[in-house]
C-alpha cells in the first residue's frame, strides 16, 4: 500500500501542537516534541485523513492535529499489527500499537472518543532514524 505524507505535527510544552515542514525522528521518538524520549513504543502517532472524514460524516468540525498526531496521511493504517513497518523516504518505523482514547478529544467533541474509538491513530517506533517531509512517500509493508 503507497501513500503520501499530508501535514506534520509536533507537540509544544506550554505552547499547544505546531505544524512543521519536516521531522527528525530517531529512536526516542519525534526530536523536539514535548514527548520526545518519555515513551518508544509511544513516540509517533500517525493518524489518517479517514479520521477526519469520519469526524465530519458525524457532524464534527475539526481541524488537523485536533487528533494528537505526528503525522497525517493520506492511507488508511489502522488494519495493521503490531510490529508491521512504515517506510517514509528513508525513515522506517514500526507499529507498537493501536491509539487509545484519550480525554484530549472530548475537548474537541464529546462524541469525538466514541466514535474514534478504533479509528483516531496508530503508534510507532523509529527503527531507522532520519528525516521525514510533508509528500514524502509511504510504503507500508504487509
Request: glycine share 8%; proline share 1%; with cysteine.
Amino acid at each position: 500500500m503507497v501513500g503520501t505524507v499530508q501535514k506534520l505535527f509536533i507537540s509544544i510544552k506550554n505552547k499547544g501542537r505546531e505544524s512543521k515542514e519536516d521531522l527528525e525522528l530517531d529512536s526516542d521518538g519525534v526530536i523536539g516534541d514535548k514527548f520526545y524520549a518519555k515513551n518508544s513504543s509511544r513516540a509517533i502517532l500517525l493518524t489518517s485523513l479517514d479520521s477526519y472524514q469520519i469526524a465530519k460524516e458525524n457532524g464534527i468540525e475539526t481541524n488537523f492535529s485536533d487528533l494528537g498526531e505526528n503525522i497525517l496521511i493520506d492511507v488508511n493504517p489502522y488494519h495493521l499489527k503490531i510490529g508491521d513497518k512504515i517506510s517514509i523516504g528513508d525513515v522506517v518505523l514500526e507499529i507498537t500499537h493501536n491509539c487509545t482514547l484519550c480525554k484530549s478529544l472530548a475537548k474537541v467533541d464529546t462524541r469525538l472518543p466514541e466514535i474514534l474509538k478504533n479509528d483516531r491513530g496508530i503508534f510507532a517506533k523509529t527503527l531507522k532514524s532520519g528525516i521525514v517531509k510533508i509528500g514524502d512517500k509511504i510504503i507500508i509493508e504487509e
